[in-house]
């Protein structure tokens, strides 16, 4: 896979709920990760446009990450819009 042990760590560790190496149960660093991938699938797209099947893998990860900042902004408005600041998106 293109995303190592390592960088995953990093990730989980930056924007994790604990602050945690091996953080990757909470929503923020998933929706982290999520947004890790889409921006990867996304540059792949810009090159090959007739891969639909990445694009459908692109459709997919969207709606997961759409669907855990939904919960995130139900369950906890602030770290909400932490996150949404912190990566940059918005939804």
Not at 32 to 42: E, V, W
Not at 69 to 76: A, E, N, T
Request: aromatic share 6%.
């Amino acid at each position: 896979m293109y995303l190592e042990k390592e960088k995953k760590a990093e990730i989980f560790e930056k924007h994790g709920f604990n602050k945690a190496a091996n953080d990757s149960g909470s929503a923020e660093s998933q929706i982290a990760l999520f947004t890790h991938r889409i921006n990867h699938l996304t540059e792949h797209l810009k090159s090959n446009k007739k891969d639909n099947s990445t694009r459908l893998g692109l459709l997919k990860l969207v709606g997961k990450r759409r669907k855990l900042l939904h919960y995130l902004q139900d369950k906890d408005i602030l770290r909400y819009r932490a996150i949404i600041k912190e990566l940059g998106i918005r939804k």
